[in-house]
């Protein structure tokens, strides 16, 4: 086991090669994480969950990287809405995650609200609340945070990195920073940079969020309030985004909600309408505002090419990494072009490169709903990997 955990909060190995854990392991509290705004965090706290058996070479090992607003419960029943996990249907024996041949693990990001340290947790330095006084983070702190976590894991190498959305920035930013670490990267309707278009939707969120008389600047907690107006607000706003008008038409048409004919005011006359506030209800149940602002503006950061004079084939010279690029026809927040400028780019390498464009009407949010072809070039793409990474059948 590598050192830069605190001893109380090691893993431990069984000798079938599962790992007994915490909800949470403390970190940097002896090498305090340097972030890219130039502040320290340390030590801090990164929740995850594991699912199958960490074999006894750790060669095994997929993370999956969440999106915006997700967390580490991937799989099995989430323990805040009872809800089954974001890839519930594919992380299981047989399944495109197989946990009877992988070592499936899944974090909570840097500045979440779900276990890992964010603006919600205590700050070692006054007992109190972080709320505005968190540092700024990025999607490469964030990447630093996992590496940190591997590192007290004892994983050297990981089989492959998986995300889509915010977790295909993950997935890239890994193949990008730690290549000696990455066998397989599969970055799923993302892209390299943040747009200028979702900068301008996340701020709305944001100026939701702030706008609201409860957000007290950022420390609603010490007024014992909270912006859940703001916030569901910013989820109804970016959830539109999430979707395809072929499937809000489809789902909702012009229907009306438990009426026959309109009220002619303000209530939830549309189905779309009473739909978009069960969302934002239920958002604001187990998501923190602040993290929230902390996370959308990561992503808006999130440039590979930036530190590179912008020529992002200069982010992969000579990379190892073998690449998977999936994007849908629907998805207009992270459309396919800018999955094919990935591909691009890794081709003027002469980099290990597949890439697919799926057919759906479901828009963004395709990869985390019941698209078969999806999942069997999932399944196909970690199976040709694990092979090449000699790793026994299945």
């Known amino acids: 086991m590598k050192p830069g955990a605190a001893s109380e909060a090691r893993a431990t190995f069984r000798p079938d090669g599962s790992v007994e854990h915490t909800p949470a392991v403390e970190l940097g509290r002896d090498k305090p994480l340097r972030l890219a705004s130039g502040a320290t965090l340390g030590p801090f706290t990164v929740a995850y969950q594991t699912y199958g058996t960490l074999n006894e070479a750790r060669s095994n090992a997929i993370l999956l990287c969440h999106a915006l607003t997700g967390d580490q ?88 990195v998986v995300g889509g959305s915010m977790g295909a920035m993950q997935a890239l930013e890994w193949a990008h920073r730690f290549p000696e670490r990455v066998f397989a990267s599969v970055p799923i309707a ?47 706003a970016a959830h539109i985004t999430y979707l395809s008008d072929e499937a809000l038409h489809r789902k909702f048409g012009r229907g009306l909600q ?63 990494v073998r690449f998977c690029i999936v994007s849908f026809t629907s998805d207009w927040l992270f459309p396919t072009a800018e999955s094919r400028a990935i591909v691009h780019a890794l081709n003027a390498n002469a980099a290990n490169v597949s890439f697919v464009e799926i057919d759906t009407d479901k828009g963004h949010d395709s990869f985390l709903l019941d698209v078969p072809e999806f999942h069997a070039i999932l399944s196909s793409f970690l199976n040709s990997a694990a092979e090449q990474h000699g790793l026994d059948g299945p």
Request: with cysteine; aromatic share 12%.
């Open 73 to 160: 419960y991937a799989a099995g029943i989430h323990p805040v809405t009872g809800r089954p996990g974001w890839w519930d249907e594919i992380i299981g024996p047989g399944r495109p995650f197989d946990t009877d041949r992988y070592f499936i693990l899944c974090t909570n990001v840097l500045g979440g609200c779900m276990g890992t340290t964010g603006p919600a947790d205590n700050s070692p330095a006054t007992g109190k609340p972080y709320d505005m006084s968190f540092p700024l983070i990025t999607i490469g702190d964030m990447v630093e945070a996992q590496a940190r976590l591997l590192d007290h894991l004892g994983i050297d190498q990981l089989l492959a």
């Open 190 to 236: 993302g892209a390299a940079r943040h747009t200028a278009q979702n900068i301008a939707f996340h701020e709305v969120g944001r100026q939701a969020i702030m706008s609201d008389p409860n957000w007290h600047a950022g420390n609603y907690r010490v007024h014992d309030t909270k912006p859940s107006q703001g916030l569901a607000v910013a989820r109804m």
């Open 258 to 320: 438990d009426r026959e004919i309109p009220t002619y005011g303000f209530e939830a006359d549309f189905q779309v309408e009473s739909y978009l506030r069960h969302q934002g209800r239920s958002f604001v149940e187990r998501f923190d505002a602040n993290s929230y602002l902390y996370i959308t503006r990561a992503m808006d950061y999130f440039d590979i090419a930036a530190e590179h004079d912008g020529q992002l084939a200069a982010a992969f010279v000579d990379t190892p």
